[in-house]
């Protein structure tokens, strides 16, 4: 669905209130704007912020007028480190107030994500935010709700959905190759971050930094969940961190949930900060799976991870071997989110990354959260668009 879309498709496939505001706006945009570059704001200019510069910076529709960080000298040292050639800010008050831009790119500390996002779609701003979007799936909906009557677009990472290989994993199971669907499983863990504090604070935790990759690779594939079970733990009561030194962990560092989709299919994520993973952060290289979904006239196993791209084996024969297929990444990385959807914006397209997606997902962590602390099942409410591409 990456093509330019008309009007009546996109609302079809949306099948959302205010839908056709946010038609207008992105056609206004593109009609209005042709030789225009999409003027970015970053804020958070920590680690993931080396990962969205260079993406950014390599987009001709975008151009990153703004950095801003709370640590300033940060903001500073980007802008230095990447020849981004920005105004820089202390925080976003004063970067909402200097020069004008576009589209807010949110890379801080996960549990300031809401309030900035908050005031940047009140600004009239559009946003990429990295997970989670929101504190909660309440907030993710207000600020989604306050984004449609501002007609502004908002989306949350991951970008998993952009990746060739998820594509095929998507096609294989809609013509049906895997037969009737059961089973599938998603893990992604490493030993945790080591830089700062706020992934083991309150709101933080490995699923809203690592098992948001599969819960939403998960639903993507078999469609959203109706309910969730979950057990939660923390294997490792303190950490030491560069920011803050010894800390309390008080987010969950590992984490089981099943999730129950359509038609009786489970689903299975398991997710933490105590797993030895030697291709956590770097994955290129990884050939074993990492997603398995099974059917019962075929499987197949994600290799590498959903960030990671790097194959899929499709077993479908009693007698031939399983076969390795999918194994170009197309260009796709991880962090390509903030620069396709901004893309999308120029060009007046409807990027396959849905917010009502990651607002899903962020609602299947809540839930997780509810049913480990009661040991109940779940009921979730939220919906997105399906199948995805
Ligand atoms: N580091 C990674 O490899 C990675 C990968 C994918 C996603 N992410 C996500 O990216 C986000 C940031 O992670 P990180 O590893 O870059 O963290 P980080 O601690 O390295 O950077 C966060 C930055 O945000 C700044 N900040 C905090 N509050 C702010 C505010 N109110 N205004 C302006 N700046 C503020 C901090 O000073 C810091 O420089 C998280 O949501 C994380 O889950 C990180």
């Keep these: 669905m990456n093509e330019k879309i008309s009007r009546e498709k996109f609302l079809k496939v949306t099948g959302m209130a205010g839908a056709a505001l946010l038609v207008s706006s992105l056609e206004g945009w593109a009609a209005t704007t042709a030789d225009k570059k999409l003027k970015v704001a970053v804020i958070g200019c920590g680690s993931v912020s080396n990962r969205y510069l260079p993406q ?4 001709k529709l975008i151009e ?17 480190q990447y020849n981004v050639n920005a105004q820089t800010y202390p925080n976003i008050d004063a970067m909402l107030a200097g020069v004008p831009f576009d ?3 949110t890379l801080t500390d996960m549990q300031k994500h809401g309030e900035l996002n908050k005031k940047a779609i009140l600004a009239g701003k559009h946003v990429w935010s990295e997970k989670p979007m929101a504190n909660t799936y309440a907030e993710g909906k207000a600020l989604l709700d306050l984004a449609r009557s501002k007609k502004v677009r ?19 199971i809609q ?3 895997l037969g009737r669907l059961a089973s599938a499983h998603g893990q992604y863990g490493h030993t945790g971050p080591t830089w700062s504090a706020f992934f083991y604070e309150k709101g933080g935790g490995s699923m809203p930094d690592l098992g948001v990759y599969n819960m939403a690779t998960l639903t993507g594939l078999l469609g959203p969940a109706k309910s969730v079970m979950a057990m939660l733990s923390i294997v490792k009561p303190e950490r030491t961190v560069d920011d803050k030194g010894k800390i309390k962990v008080e987010a969950e560092d590992n984490a089981h949930l099943l999730l129950e989709h359509d038609k009786g299919v489970i689903s299975h994520v398991m997710c933490g900060f105590n797993f030895f993973d030697p291709h956590g952060h770097e994955a ?10 099974y059917g019962d006239s075929g499987n197949m196993r994600l290799i590498g991870y959903d960030w990671e791209t790097n194959g899929v084996v499709l077993d479908t024969s009693w007698d031939k071997p399983a076969e390795l297929l999918c194994t170009d990444k197309g260009g796709y990385e ?5 620069r396709v959807t901004g893309e999308s914006i120029v060009n007046g397209t409807e990027p396959k990354i849905n917010v009502e ?33």
């Design 334 to 338: 991880w962090q390509e989110g903030a």
């Design 175 to 177: 013509e049906g190759k």
């Design 284 to 293: 290129g290289t990884q050939s074993l799976h990492s997603i398995q979904i």
């Design 64 to 80: 990153v007028v703004s950095l801003c960080d709370i640590k300033y000298d940060r903001a500073l040292g980007q802008n230095k």
């Design 56 to 59: 950014l910076l390599s987009s």
């Design 154 to 172: 908002f989306w949350g990472a991951p970008a998993v959905v952009n990746s060739p290989q998820f594509a095929f994993m998507n096609k294989t």
């Design 103 to 105: 589209m807010m790119v």
């Design 357 to 389: 997606h990651a607002l899903h997902v962020l609602e299947i962590i809540e839930a997780a959260r509810k049913s480990s602390a009661t040991g109940m099942k779940i009921k979730l409410k939220s919906k997105f668009p399906w199948p995805m591409v």
